[in-house]
């Protein structure tokens, strides 16, 4: 069984850096891209973007500026950074795994959320 | 980017009720269509991918059509349990994008 357990800092001030970290337990982590995803509170989902296990990224345009997505294959692990933070990133952030499968692309696993709150 | 539309934003209905979704893409993006359910609190679940597959474990009175730029999500006996929040994403090109969902409440 495929678990995706998150953590990271909760609790954030304007312009610091948001850092959160996904492992993965359980199924194979190559040939699979992981994700990260936002939803604001109250809002919908926003796709921040994915790597793989050989570390190839592609993120958001919105935030590309901003933000990196690492992974540490000898932990089954991936990271995310987003720089310069303001209240407009408060959200609960997901880490999520994208299946490739004939039919398309989907999230099929996801983390437990962490509720990230920038303020002063 | 592909904007993704549902309607309704909201639904009143009762247990036993048949319910549809609405989710439409601003471009044909073929059948990269899902569905996920997403309860308080919690992670989203994916129910339905590739428009009309059924994931693994998912009750069988889900169900979901479409291809190009409109889908539709059924739900054909709500249960107790069915009464959350529903979202569509399309997986046709990266930036991967949701509606903004349809939050599904007990009449």
């Known amino acids: 069984q495929v678990q995706l357990q998150q953590w990271g800092a909760g609790l954030l001030k304007p312009s610091e850096t948001l850092s959160l970290t996904c492992a993965v337990y359980g199924g194979s982590f190559s040939g699979y891209s992981w994700n990260w995803i936002r939803q604001p509170p109250g809002k919908g989902l926003e796709w921040i973007g994915e790597i793989n296990h050989s570390g190839s990224t592609n993120y958001n345009p919105s935030l590309k500026s901003r933000i990196t997505i690492s992974v540490d294959t000898s932990k089954n692990q991936f990271s995310l950074k987003v720089r310069s933070v303001t209240a407009a990133d408060t959200a609960v952030y997901y880490c999520?795994?994208?299946?490739?499968?004939?039919?398309?692309?989907?999230?099929?696993?996801w983390g437990q959320g962490t509720l990230v709150t920038v303020s002063s | 980017d592909i904007q993704m539309t549902q309607s309704p934003s909201s639904l009143s209905a009762s247990v036993g009720d048949r319910v549809t979704i609405t989710c439409r893409a601003s471009q044909s993006i073929s059948s990269y269509l899902n569905w996920y359910q997403q309860e308080p609190g919690k992670a989203p679940k994916l129910l339905i991918y590739a428009a009309s597959s059924l994931q693994s474990g998912v009750p069988s009175r889900f169900s979901g059509s479409g291809s190009g730029t409109d889908f539709t999500l059924t739900i054909s006996s709500l249960q107790p349990e069915d009464f959350a929040t529903y979202y569509c994403q399309q997986s046709y090109t990266t930036p991967y994008t949701f509606g903004q969902g349809t939050k599904l409440e007990i009449k």
């Open positions: 999520a795994r994208l299946e490739d499968s004939p039919g398309g692309y989907y999230f099929d696993y």
